[in-house]
């Protein structure tokens, strides 16, 4: 017949179980003191926790600081309008007349075919042909006009009137104008009626006797 086991009586807690005990509870204290900032570690009234200062070496570049540029915008631009293209005008075709000069005039001595007139005499002088060279006669006038010397000119001849010169001859005889011009005294060919026949031509005389006669023809073109 088995033996019943009698209990064991509980362990009782010695001197170093309660040491160890302690130092948890202190610890645990102490932990909080530092977390909560209690006892010793309470910080002092009117005290701030220093800001370290940032110290930079001077030995260091200093990085150079970042620019904002602002990008102007663009100011809307007018639309160009076009440009009207200029009218050409056309220009005014010079007039075609009939009768034009032949050649350029002819001056010489008035002592060669008028010799009883003096050196103080300016003649202009020439005939007019039409277009199968017969000589004009009735159906035309020679118009000088301009100034020369000072004076007013505006005279007429009839072509056939001063046959010296030929069929068709005609003459201006000026007294005491043997001067020298240009392009103040021109002469041109006109009808019956005044109208032009020929253009205007400026003609050059000269204080000389051996140019004291011009001759001035025309002729019929068309």
């Known amino acids: ?9 509980p362990n009782r807690m010695g001197v170093s179980g309660f040491f160890f005990l302690f130092l948890i509870l202190g610890g645990v204290v102490w932990l909080a003191m530092l977390i909560f900032g209690w006892g010793p570690y309470a910080p002092e009234e009117g005290t701030e926790t220093p800001i370290a200062a940032v110290t930079q070496d001077p030995s260091l570049p200093i990085p150079p600081f970042s620019t904002f540029t602002q990008t102007a915008s663009p100011e809307p631009s007018e639309t160009p309008l076009p440009t009207p293209t200029p009218t050409v005008t ?13 050649g ?21 002088a020439g005939q007019v042909w039409d277009l199968q060279d017969v000589p004009v006669t009735d159906s035309a006038t020679v118009h000088i006009f301009g100034t020369l010397g000072g004076y007013t000119i505006d005279r007429f001849a009839l072509p056939g009137s001063a046959q010296v010169y030929g069929d068709s001859g005609y003459e201006f005889v000026l007294e005491g104008l043997v001067v020298d011009s240009i392009d103040s005294l021109a002469i041109r060919l006109e009808d019956t009626n005044g109208l032009p ?13 051996q140019k004291n006669l011009i001759l001035v023809n025309f002729k019929q073109v068309r």
């Open 1 to 9: 017949m088995a033996t019943p086991r009698r209990p064991e009586p």
């Open 90 to 102: 056309p220009s005014a075709t010079p007039e075609v007349f009939p009768f034009v000069l032949i």
């Open 104 to 124: 350029e005039p002819e001056m010489m001595s008035s002592a060669l075919i008028r010799p009883e007139l003096s050196c103080d005499y300016l003649i202009i």
């Open 197 to 209: 026949l020929s253009a205007a031509y400026a003609l050059q005389t000269f204080k000389d006797c």
